[in-house]
Antibody, heavy 121, light 107 residues
Framework: EVQLVESGGGLVQRGGSLRLSCAAS????????MNWVRQAPGKGLEWVSY????????YYADSVKGRFTISRDNAKNSLYLQMNSLRDEDTAVYYC??????????????WGQGTLVTVSS | DIQMTQSPSSLSASVGDRVTITCRAS??????LNWYQQKPGKAPNLLIY???SLQSGVPSRFSGSGSGTAFTLTISSLQPEDLATYFC?????????FGQGTKVEIK
């Protein structure tokens, strides 16, 4: 059974840093591109970042570019999101999401349960 | 960025009704369009990918159609467990963007 379990969320001060982790199981992480998607309280979904299966290609939403860094350790079956210079508008539930991989298009076929990041002044 | 617009924002329908949700893209995206269902307090779940392909395990009452800029998600016979918010997402180009969501309520 495919499972994605996020951790590392919490309350952080504006301007602070946080590192999110996503533990993958039930599939071979190294075979899949991975993403982070977030959802502010009561709002819609926003794609945040993408990393290719081998880690060589990374993309970021403009809203986080230069502040967030996505990485992965396939040997540890883990995905990460380093978040620096956090702003109030970064408050959200952060989901890790696997890419379906059937086509070149990015499609999120499995999602974790999410971890809540709250940025407070 | 490609803007995705869903309509309606919410709807209320009875069990057994046919429900249709529309998603429009700000430019042509061919069939690079996915649909997700998000039940209250849960993570989203992939229903339809590539505009019309049913994801494994998803009930056949869900279907998708469209190409270019106009797409629809249809629930052929609404069930109580379909209470959820539905999102479309374009997978044509980065940044991959979502519609604002359509909340489906049961009368």
């Amino acid at each position: 059974e495919v499972q994605l379990v996020e951790s590392g969320g919490g309350l952080v001060q504006r301007g602070g840093s946080l590192r999110l982790s996503c533990a993958a199981s039930g599939f071979t992480l190294s075979s899949y591109h991975m993403n982070w998607v977030r959802q502010a309280p009561g709002k819609g979904l926003e794609w945040v970042s993408y990393i290719s299966s081998g880690g060589s290609t990374k993309y970021y939403a403009d809203s986080v570019k230069g502040r967030f860094t996505i990485s992965r350790d396939n040997a540890k079956n883990s995905l990460y999101l380093q978040m620096n210079s956090l702003r109030d508008e970064d408050t959200a539930v952060y989901y890790c999401a696997r890419d379906l991989g059937k086509t070149a298009a990015v499609t999120f076929d499995y999602w974790g349960q999410g971890t809540l990041v709250t940025v407070s002044s | 960025d490609i803007q995705m617009t869903q309509s309606p924002s919410s709807l209320s329908a009875s069990v057994g009704d046919r429900v249709t949700i529309t998603c429009r893209a700000s430019q042509s995206i061919s069939t690079y369009l996915n649909w997700y269902q998000q039940k209250p307090g849960k993570a989203p779940n992939l229903l339809i990918y590539a505009a019309s392909s049913l994801q494994s395990g998803v009930p056949s009452r869900f279907s998708g159609s469209g190409s270019g800029t106009a797409f629809t998600l249809t629930i052929s016979s609404l069930q109580p467990e379909d209470l959820a918010t539905y999102f479309c997402q374009q997978s044509y180009s980065t940044p991959w963007t979502f519609g604002q969501g359509t909340k489906v309520e049961i009368k």
